[in-house]
Every structure is written in C-alpha cells, then in structure tokens.
C-alpha cells in the first residue's frame, strides 16, 4: 500500500497523483520481486477497475506478465466483466472467500489498494502482512489507511529506503492466527 506521512493511501477522489513522481526502477524492481512471492492478488472492483487499464498495457513487460498469470480474485457487489485472464469476480462474503483461499495450496495472497477490503480482512485476523511504502508527502485529506475500527498490533520486520525518499515498511500483524502459533513454541 502506498501511503502519505499523513496516513492517507489515495486523495478524496481516489487520486494517486502524489505516488507517481516518487516511483523509481528501484521501488518497480522491489515491487517486481514482492510480486514473485505470490500467486494470487484480491482487489475490490474500483481499485480493479482503475488496475486493469494499466495491466492490460503493461502485458508485455515483466511486472504485467507476472500479473497477466496470477489469479485476480475482484470482490463486487456489482456485475463487471473483464478481458484480463484468470480473473474471477467474487460477491459474497471477503472473509469466508479469503480464509478459503489463504488454506490452498500455493504462494502468497497480496491485496493491491482496495482499502475498503483490508478492515473486514483484519477484524478477522486474515492479513498476516503490512508492505506500506511511506512517501514523503502529505496531502491532507482523503481516504485514510488505516480507518478508525480497525485493531493493528504491528511488529516491524524490515525497512528498506529508496533515494526518492519514500520508505518500505514491512510488518507483521500480532493479531493473526498464524503469528500467534510461531510466537508459542
């Protein structure tokens, strides 16, 4: 999730116009990597609808190529259809859909964007990871990352920053089940 310093992953109208002057090969070769770790990626449908303009395009370098491949699981209430392979438009519930996935076999499950999708994912303890890349900027208004309901008990794994300034952020969640059992030994 890309991220201001004053909490906000998207402006009030969705705009990511902040984040793009601060992308760099750098930062497009980690994202590139972090993508090689998983095979399936969860999106809502604004966030799909805006993702696949430029994944369509992008199909013939390495970042859409890997894309292209892995499983897009859309959760929408409405009826989209979409000429990207291995998509699958999913309208009953997140967490049930998401706690199936997460017990098949396979890599990593990764949410692109889709904020609406990450509170009901971490009441339910199912989001074992936090990548928030950290850009130096602050907007002011729009729509939050982290909203007022949502219970995160974050432990930080690892930083990496960029020369662009921004900052990853790779944490993991306290609050799942999965980081709860490595804990007990």
Not at 37 to 65: I, N, P
Request: charged fraction near 20%.
């Amino acid at each position: 999730m890309n991220v201001t310093l004053d909490g906000f992953m998207s402006g009030p109208k969705g705009e990511l116009n902040w984040h793009f002057p601060l992308f760099t090969e750098e930062m497009s070769r980690t994202s590139w990597q972090q993508l090689l770790e998983t095979d399936t990626v969860l999106l809502g449908r604004k966030t799909f609808e805006r993702m696949a303009c430029y994944w369509s395009k992008a199909a013939f370098d390495k970042f859409g190529e890997i894309v292209t491949a892995h499983q897009k699981i859309v959760f929408s209430k409405t009826v989209i259809e979409s000429d990207l392979p291995n998509c699958r438009f999913v309208s009953h519930d997140l967490v049930r859909e998401t706690a199936w996935l997460k017990h098949q076999k396979g890599k990593d499950i990764i949410v692109f964007g889709s904020g609406t999708l990450i509170p009901p994912l971490c009441s339910a303890a199912l989001v074992d990871e936090f990548r928030i890349w950290l850009h130096p900027v602050s907007i002011g208004k729009g729509v939050k990352f982290f909203n007022d309901d949502m219970l995160v008990n974050l432990d930080l794994m690892s930083t990496k920053a960029f020369a662009s300034g921004v900052v990853l952020l790779s944490y993991r969640n306290q609050l799942t089940e999965s980081y709860q059992k490595r804990c007990v030994n």
